[in-house]
């Protein structure tokens, strides 16, 4: 399901506001705080060498008028217009100012000597891939050495999706206006964008709510369970944890320790008697059954408040019976790497499912959950793949990647802000399925046990990173680390 497109909503939301005010007020908004941000870059404003890449629209008259106040703070700029006819009262006023302006062939030069460059060249009046010149002038902010403040949105990068067609800009910055653009918090657009600073221009009471949120510590601290002091094990959640297998045992002594650093009541593991001990040698507290070989099914532990089932286990016929067995319970389900392969064999365990899904795959994941859709279709548009698979599934979906996602039928999607390339490593998505379990086994509804675990994860991450690579077991340490950062914020 969508709501309208970020463009449509920001345009009506514009209008109606600007039938409430003065001529240009909106544009005078913007770039004032599109210089601000810009002022706040360089070490020094006066003799700074900026230039400004403009096109025809609007876009370019935000860069043209911040322009025009970096001017008169003493800043040399000069515009390079990309169009035929620049915002003729932004170029007026930074003329006013001292600005100068230059041809297209005179650009690269320009950007190679510059201290800042302004991507002004499109926003969300784009269509399709950027035309020329506008690529060719998108594509020198790839190898300035100069900061790269776009406006709005880097050029080249769809709003609403992240995707990106063509040539597009890379921004150190991007400074954008009245509501966060989708295409700005998901990848590949993410990427792109750099740090993303927000200007507020007074649109907020006339937009409805976003279609795409990115969760901040104090969304993820109100959504955290708090022990009191009528908690007990079984009222913190116990854990159901299916994972691991002979080849890969580490997967279910990675998983068991993302849950129990999540501060899970307890967690009940089911696996083969050598890796059941495993998980009790690193994991005293776990409480491991092994699995009868002769009938695994009947073996698996009883009351648990949620399931974990997939990391490592392998795609046998016993794997597959285990997973029919897990979905055919009353309660949450987390279903994760080989699960998914398993399950998209046989989509109909989850679509039938009344109790809730989770499924948390990587784009190579998704593909064979989504007949047609290949892995680069996937990371070309992961909005799109993560919110089909959630509506075709009839479950919450969450997209593993640099920018993590998650989807639920009529829920927003959630891009997690905590991402990092640290994370990139093998076992590490095992650790994440553990954490999210025992925040299900709590009683967190998915989406929610989706975005803390997710944030976390990275936060995680970050915590442990001193300089050196991390690997998955370092997580172990830093998620209690991270659960505090976010709780007792300041401590
Ligand atoms: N409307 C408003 O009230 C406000 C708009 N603002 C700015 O205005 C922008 C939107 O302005 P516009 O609607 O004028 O649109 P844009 O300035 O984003 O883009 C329109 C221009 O881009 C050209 N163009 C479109 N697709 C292209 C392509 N593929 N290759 C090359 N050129 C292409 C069009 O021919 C047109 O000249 C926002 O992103 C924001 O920066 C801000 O000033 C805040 C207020
Ligand atoms: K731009």
Not at 107 to 116: T, Y
Not at 188 to 199: H, K, N, S, T
Not at 269 to 291: I, N, T
Not at 350 to 355: L, M, N, Q, T
């Amino acid at each position: 399901m969508r709501t309208a497109h970020v463009v449509e909503t920001v345009r009506t939301a514009e209008h109606a506001l600007m039938a409430r005010l003065p001529d240009g007020t909106l544009m005078h908004r913007a770039a004032f705080g599109l210089a601000s941000v810009c002022a706040q870059i360089l070490p020094r404003v006066s003799g700074a060498r900026v230039v400004l890449l403009v096109g025809s629209g609007d876009n370019g008259g935000d860069a043209l008028f911040a322009g025009a106040e970096l001017a008169r703070r003493g800043a040399a700029v000069t515009a390079v217009a990309a169009g035929r006819t620049p915002h003729p009262g932004g170029l007026a006023a930074l003329r006013a100012a001292g600005g100068r302006t230059a041809a297209v062939a005179e650009a690269a030069d320009l950007v190679a000597a510059a201290d800042l460059v302004v991507d002004g060249l499109v926003g969300i009046g784009v269509r399709g891939a950027l035309r020329e010149p506008h690529a060719s002038l998108a594509a020198l902010t790839e190898t300035t050495d100069a900061a790269v403040v776009a406006v709005d949105l880097p050029s080249g990068v769809d709003a609403d999706t992240g995707a990106v067609p063509g040539a597009s800009v890379r921004a150190d910055v991007t400074v954008t206006f009245g509501t966060h653009k989708p295409g700005l918090l998901v990848d590949p657009g993410a990427q792109r964008a750099g740090v993303v600073e927000f200007v507020d221009i007074g649109l907020a009471p006339d937009l409805p709510a976003p279609d795409v949120v990115a969760p901040q510590a104090a969304d993820v601290a109100a959504l955290l369970p708090r022990p009191t002091a009528e908690s007990d094990k079984y009222r913190r959640g116990v854990l159901g944890l299916a994972a691991g297998s002979d080849r890969y045992r580490g997967a279910a002594v990675l998983a068991a320790g993302g849950a129990l650093r999540t501060g899970v009541g307890m967690l009940r593991y089911a696996g083969q008697p050598e890796v059941a001990r495993e998980v009790v040698a690193r994991w005293p507290e776990a409480v491991v059954s092994v699995l009868d070989p002769m009938d695994p099914v009947a073996s698996l532990p009883r009351r648990v408040a949620a399931w974990v089932i997939g990391p490592g286990r392998g795609l046998h016929p016993t794997a597959a019976a285990e997973l029919e067995a897990v979905l055919a319970t009353e309660e949450p389900v987390l279903v994760d790497a080989d699960a998914i392969t398993l399950l998209a064999r046989d989509p109909d365990l989850v679509r039938k499912r009344d109790a809730p899904t989770l499924l948390t795959p990587h784009a190579g994941e998704l593909s064979r959950l989504l007949p047609g859709a290949d892995r680069a279709d996937i990371e070309a548009n992961r909005l799109e793949h993560a919110r089909r698979a959630a509506a075709e599934y009839g479950c919450t979906v969450l997209l593993k990647g640099s920018t993590t996602l998650v989807a639920e039928p009529g829920r927003p999607v959630a891009a997690n802000p905590t991402g990092t390339p640290l994370l990139a490593t093998a076992g590490s998505g095992d650790v994440l399925a553990g954490m999210i379990g025992a925040l299900l086994a709590a009683g967190l509804p998915s989406w929610e046990a989706a975005v803390c675990g997710a944030y976390l994860h990275g936060l995680a991450a970050r915590l442990a990173h001193d300089g050196a690579p991390i690997s998955a077991s370092d997580l172990f340490d830093a998620v209690p680390r991270a659960i505090a950062a976010v709780t007792r914020p300041g401590e």
